[in-house]
């Protein structure tokens, strides 16, 4: 298993450039995020609103609804062969790594049920979204760190109107993204050799399967 930092880089770039057995995080200019059960109805202003804003619509083939990546979010694809695992506890791995990463940093962070992701006291800051394809995952997670939170009052959240969002900065000063990258990883490494199982950590809406 490997890790990289990308940097800023566009969405399409780094879902096409997905390697087995690597691990990789960017940050990628303003797009909205569509997972196979996303609808124009999860675009509360439509299409053109969000070209206007300078967002790109991306239409992809992760689980889950819309969301929204832009500067300041740490995406993390980790594409690995999960059958060591399962897809079922390996989502449950990436959500407790990333609870345990926030924590780190001073934030606790739970589970909702029926609502994949992680939530603080102030709303949502971690969403999941995959698509396992002959025992490997595609695409990952999302974890608001420093990232204009505005724009997601304008869709339909894992398709719910007006979910609350939270992110680390406004709890805190937030290292550059490459620090907290790098920390996500030791906690993700970590959780990787435990035998945690909480089966409804994560609702299966998120993991797409072919």
Same mark, same amino acid.
């Given at each position: 298993m490997q890790f990289q930092f990308l940097g800023?880089?566009? *969405?399409? /770039?780094?879902? *096409?450039?997905?390697?087995?057995? @690597?691990v990789? +995080?960017?940050?990628?200019?303003?797009? &909205?995020?569509m997972g196979v059960r996303a609808g124009a109805q999860d675009l509360l202003n439509g299409e053109d609103y969000w070209r206007h804003q300078g967002f790109q619509i991306c239409r992809t083939d992760r689980g889950g609804?819309?969301?929204? %990546?832009?500067? +300041?979010?740490? @995406?993390?694809?980790?594409?690995?062969?999960? =059958?060591?695992? $399962?897809? =079922?506890?390996? @989502?449950? %791995? #990436?959500?407790i790594a990333?609870?345990?990463f926030l924590q780190a940093h001073g934030l606790e962070s739970h589970c909702r049920s029926g609502e994949?992701?992680?939530?603080?006291?102030? $709303? /949502?800051?971690?969403? @999941? $979204?995959? =698509?396992i394809k002959k025992g490997v995952a595609y695409h990952g997670i999302a974890i608001n760190l420093s990232n204009d939170l505005e724009p997601f009052t304008h869709i339909r959240v894992c398709g719910r109107v007006g979910v609350?969002?939270?992110?680390?900065?406004? %709890? $805190?000063? &937030?290292?550059? #993204?490459?620090?907290?990258?790098a920390s996500w990883t030791e906690a993700f490494t970590a959780q990787l050799t435990t035998r945690t199982f909480s089966p409804n950590l994560c609702e299966k809406s998120s993991v797409a399967r072919s």
């Open positions: 800023q880089i566009p *969405y399409e /770039k780094a879902v *096409y450039g997905q390697q087995v057995g @690597v990789s +995080g960017f940050e990628c200019p303003p797009v &909205v995020s609804q819309a969301t929204i %990546h832009n500067p +300041g979010q740490l @995406v993390i694809f980790p594409t690995l062969d999960v =059958r060591p695992w $399962g897809a =079922r506890l390996f @989502v449950d %791995h #990436l959500i990333t609870r345990n994949p992701g992680l939530f603080t006291s102030q $709303g /949502k800051i971690m969403s @999941v $979204g995959l =698509r609350a969002m939270d992110r680390l900065a406004d %709890h $805190g000063r &937030v290292a550059p #993204l490459p620090t907290l990258f």
